[in-house]
């Protein structure tokens, strides 16, 4: 399989507790996102990666998320002493720079983590 | 912030019939993509749109972009059952950065 690819596919996890999510992108993709999705809405932009630089982060991210992709390839996810609020799925998607391909700039989407808080 | 509305968030359609989902952004935007999600599935992308009153074709499907490329639209025509999923607009302020997704329209079709 060529996707993306994302590990766990579920997690459940008491509040307070630390959480980590792997995403495996496409292999000659250079950018990785980071969103998350919660019942009923669309998702919703938390940070991005270009190579192994993190380039933005959105200010609804709280100092408990963190993530790094230290070789540029996979990255991961973290979520520290976690809260019911942070339940929801997390998705990782991943695209070629426009101007390296000449196409559209699509962004391939991996299956995501669901994360449930209790 | 940049905002994406979409409307409706609903759409309830006799199979064989038309509809269309609407998209506005509080912004400019460089471009506009859009991505369909099916129940329990993750968004896959359908098109992107960039110049300004852009329209492509996909099959049954056609996409425009408005003048001020602000807005865009999806309509549908002959809806089958296989159109069932919630379909997202997205909206790129700048070439290659993040996606700002809207609500999604759930589109259900009735046999």
């Known amino acids: 399989d060529t996707g993306v690819s994302q590990d766990p596919r579920h997690k459940i996890t008491k509040r307070g507790q630390n959480v980590t999510f792997r995403c495996d992108p496409i292999?000659?993709?250079?950018?990785l996102y980071w969103y998350r999705q919660t019942l009923g809405q669309g998702p919703e932009f938390l940070t991005y990666?270009?190579?192994?630089?993190?380039?933005?982060k959105s200010r609804l991210l709280s100092d408990r998320f963190s993530a790094e992709r230290p070789k540029g390839s996979f990255s991961t996810l973290e979520i520290q002493r976690t809260e019911q609020g942070d339940s929801a799925m997390y998705l990782c998607?991943?695209?070629?720079?426009?101007?390296?391909?000449?196409?559209?700039?699509?962004?391939?989407f991996g299956p995501g983590t669901r994360l449930t808080v209790t | 912030g940049q905002q994406v509305m979409q409307i409706p968030q609903y759409q309830h359609v006799q199979e064989g019939e038309d509809f269309t989902t609407y998209c506005n952004s509080s912004t400019t935007l460089s471009n506009i993509q859009w991505y369909k999600q099916r129940p329990g599935g993750h968004p896959v992308f359908l098109i992107q749109l960039v110049k300004s009153g852009e329209v492509k074709k996909q099959k049954r499907l056609t996409f425009q972009f408005g003048e001020a490329k602000k807005n865009s639209s999806l309509h549908i025509t002959a809806t089958q059952t296989t159109d069932v999923g919630t379909y997202f607009c997205a909206g790129v302020e700048a070439a290659g950065n993040k996606l700002t997704f809207g609500g999604g329209t759930r589109v259900l079709v009735k046999p």
């Open positions: 998607a991943s695209s070629l720079e426009l101007h390296l391909v000449g196409g559209e700039d699509e962004q391939y």
């Open positions: 292999s000659e993709h250079n950018r």
């Open positions: 990666f270009q190579n192994e630089a993190q380039l933005e």
